[in-house]
C-alpha cells in the first residue's frame, strides 16, 4: 500500500515521465510478476493523473526499452566475444535457456516469451547473442509484447475502475493470474496429450 501510494504521488509530481520511468525501472527490478506492474498500470490509469490511451502507450515504451536493453547487451556480448561461463549468473542462466528455446522454435520464441516469466527476459538477450537483426526481433517480440501489455493493462483498468480499496484490487489480481494459469495449464495438458496420441499412432499401426 506504501509503494502504491508513493508511485501515485511520484506520477502525481511528474506525470507520464513518472510512469515510464517506473515501468521502465520495475520491468527488471520491482520484486512483483510483470503481470502484477502491467495491472498496477491500468489501475492509474484510472486516477486523474493520467489518461487511460496515453498511459497505455507510456507503459508499452517501456516494454520496448526492456526488450531493446536485452537484446543490446545480448548483442553486445556477442559481438565482444565475452564468454559468459559463471553458471550461477543471471545472463547464463538466460543465455541457457533462452538458446534452448530458439534452438527449438527459432524466431518463434520471440511470438510467446512475454506471456512466460523468466522467459521474457531470456529470449531477447539470446536473439540479441545470435545473428538475428533488431527489426526481425521488434516485428515479432514486440507484437506479441503490445498483446500481452494490452491483456493485464486492461484487466488492471477494469478492477480500478469497480475496486476502491487496495487489497481487495490486489486480491482480485491474484484470482484473476491464478484463474488463467488454470486456463492455460489445460490448455497446455490437453496440446501434451494430443502430441503425444498422434506420436504414437505410428507405433500402433
Do not use: C
Not at 520491468?27 to 489518461?51: C, D, H, K, Q, R
Amino acid at each position: 500500500m506504501v509503494a502504491f501510494t508513493e508511485m501515485i504521488s511520484f506520477i502525481q509530481s511528474l506525470g507520464y515521465m513518472a510512469l515510464f520511468l517506473i515501468f521502465s525501472i520495475g520491468l527488471f527490478f520491482f520484486p512483483v510478476p510483470n503481470e502484477i506492474l502491467l495491472m498496477s498500470g491500468g489501475l492509474i490509469a484510472t486516477t486523474a493523473y493520467v489518461e487511460p490511451i496515453p498511459a497505455m502507450f507510456v507503459v508499452y515504451a517501456s516494454i520496448l526499452v526492456h526488450g531493446t536493453s536485452l537484446y543490446i547487451v545480448g548483442h553486445f556480448l556477442g559481438t565482444k566475444s565475452i564468454p559468459i561461463k559463471e553458471e550461477r549468473s543471471i545472463w547464463y542462466r538466460r543465455a541457457l535457456k533462452g538458446k534452448e528455446l530458439l534452438d527449438r522454435y527459432g524466431l518463434k520464441a520471440a511470438s510467446f516469451s512475454y506471456f512466460f516469466p523468466f522467459i521474457r527476459h531470456a529470449v531477447p538477450f539470446s536473439v540479441g547473442l545470435s545473428a538475428i537483426s533488431y527489426q526481425r526481433f521488434a516485428a515479432i517480440g514486440f507484437s506479441s509484447a503490445f498483446v500481452w501489455m494490452n491483456l493485464y493493462y486492461w484487466i488492471g483498468f477494469h478492477y480500478g475502475r469497480s475496486i476502491k480499496d487496495w487489497s481487495s484490487f490486489v486480491q482480485q489480481l491474484i484470482y484473476t493470474l491464478i484463474g488463467i494459469a488454470i486456463l492455460f495449464g489445460i490448455y497446455t495438458f490437453i496440446k501434451y496429450r494430443r502430441e503425444r496420441h498422434r506420436k504414437q499412432q505410428p507405433n500402433d499401426q
